[in-house]
């Protein structure tokens, strides 16, 4: 049995958080890879300034290089339309059959976990690891998970580092620097393709 790691979003774009939480939760947990997962149509999140699927994807794969434990997989860009994570781990649970699953995500996707499609069946399909936010009862929510869903929740120990993609793209529109927010490989992509500039 092995244990994979899922870190799934938008990306837009990938940062140093991102990389730093997955290494973290591999670490802590004895994951043997962590997959990154670029979504093509999150259903929670409505983004005016998404970068297409393909160019998150470019980016997902010019970050996590040179990491032999990370992999990007293009499965819901490819099926398109809304990404819901219960189709994605029903899918993985079938590709990956002798591996357990942990999906990766943040507090905020803690706290409102209950109102993602179908809450109980990803419960009965991974561990979730959450990476604490600041402001948020955490030990509450898991406790309310467990207890409504039987969940497995667990946290990762991460740095905490105040990075966001939606103040990435900010920055970029008005022009500033985003070095040692996003890898370097990230960064050339994001300037050669001007596509966070208004």
Not at 17 to 37: K, N, P, S, T
Not at 90 to 104: A, C, E, G, K, Q
Not at 165 to 175: F, K, T, V
Request: proline fraction near 5%.
């Amino acid at each position: 049995m092995g244990k994979l790691g899922i870190m799934g979003g938008t990306f837009n774009p990938i940062h140093n958080a991102h990389l730093v939480i997955a290494q973290f939760a591999r670490e802590e947990y004895g994951l043997d890879r962590v997959m990154f997962l670029p979504n093509a149509v999150p259903p929670h999140k409505k983004c005016a300034d998404t970068a297409d699927a393909a160019l998150r994807l470019e980016m997902v794969r010019a970050a996590i290089d040179g990491n032999d434990s990370f992999f990007v997989s293009d499965y819901e860009v490819t099926e398109g339309g809304l990404s819901y994570t219960v189709d994605t781990l029903r899918h993985f649970t079938r590709v990956f059959p002798n591996d357990s699953l942990y999906f990766i995500i943040g507090g905020d996707s803690l706290r409102d976990f209950p109102k993602w499609h179908m809450p109980e069946e990803i419960a009965s399909l991974c561990t979730l690891i959450a990476y604490p936010r600041e402001g948020l009862d955490m030990t509450a929510y898991a406790d309310a998970l467990r207890k409504q869903y039987g969940a497995g929740v667990a946290f990762v120990h991460a740095p905490r580092l105040d990075i966001s993609s939606s103040d990435i793209r900010r920055r970029c529109a008005q022009g500033k620097t985003i070095r040692y927010l996003v890898p370097d490989s990230v960064k050339k992509i994001i300037e050669k393709s001007g596509i966070y500039v208004k």
